[in-house]
């Protein structure tokens, strides 16, 4: 497929970077010392500020939610599915156990209550219903959490459920569990359901049922508005946790802590050196136009690019940096029909010859294909007005 660059010099920033950051100087801090494996990341950039152990295969427990919710997401921003479309409960969704909403088989919920069940409560019950929804069968809608896990490159991730019940082959990582994380962020309204303490269902009835958060951090750290705990005997306790401060979010993951006061205490330490030692500079927020692209045989004769995500540059606080470039690389020759969302270029942001980032520019929105009339005028025009 042929491409085209288009570089563009940013204004000049009033600092300077070095990256990668010092392993040996993240090594020395020691920030989860009582966990099994711990990461911490910079949101935007996908930065590794802190590690331990975090290529690590352990049971994620109900942090497997995270997957469940990006899928939900998905499908709402696809339109495939609508926040005020009821979802009915199975037979199969009601006899989930561990944490639940307690769905009754038949009962009925919309899709902002189903996600309300499971971002606050952890609800396996909500997670399997909304999964049959969206897949058709919680198999199904399994297969679709392994295939996404692939198109984000994981490779020590495999699901069984949606739910994070305990199942034999069960397992992922600190570090693919904060990419997860990275990518369920992309939809910003993600954090009016995880950034909640208390919230209620079935308000109007006598069956009146109180949410509150399993992430205590919500309510007692500045900033954190997400995003899943979990906790089964094999697991112990896991958090996934993200806070944003001046401009830039944090991703702080945990695996295996011995108490859930051990578990907040070290994803706050890792939180509090990340907001202490970085800053991150802001290029671009997610879908905003960055290029256009033309569409051979459309209903329209371009499709404008936008960004798939938010676009920083991290730096240590204190450092400078200049002479900052983007380069937009832009598919040739594309066809119609285009869907909204599919990935056309990349914009890359480079200093030097240093790569800092690359992140996919995709389709604003749909375009079919142009009927034969369209066509056949469009091919009249061009020689109407050719001299």
Known sequence: MKRFFISILLIPLLISISTPFASAEEASVKLAENASSAVLIERDTGTVIYDKNSHEKLPPASMTKIMTMLLIMEALDKGTIKLDEKIRTSEHAASMGGSQIFLEAGEEMTTDEMLRGIAIASGNDASVAMAERIAGSEEAFVEMMNKKVKELGLKNTQFKNPTGLPADDHYSTAYDMAIMAKELLKYQ???????????YLR?????????????????FYPGVDGLKTGYTREAKYCLTATAEKDGMRLISVVFGAPTPKERNAQVTKMLDYGFSQYKAHSMFK???????????????????????????????????????????????????????GDKLGKLIIKKNDQVLSESPLVAKENITEASWWKLFKRTVGSFTKSP
């Open 286 to 340: 997610r879908n905003e136009i960055v290029s256009n692209v033309k569409v051979g045989k459309g209903s329209e004769k371009t499709v404008e690019l936008v960004t798939s995500e938010p676009i920083s540059v991290l730096t240590k606080k204190g450092e400078n940096i200049d002479d900052v470039k983007q380069e937009v690389v832009v598919n040739e020759e594309v066809q119609a029909p285009v869907e909204k």
């Open 189 to 199: 309204d993600i954090t009016n359901y995880t950034g909640k303490y208390e919230d």
């Open 203 to 219: 308000q109007d009835t006598d069956d009146k049922f109180w949410l509150v958060n399993t992430n205590r951090l919500v309510k």
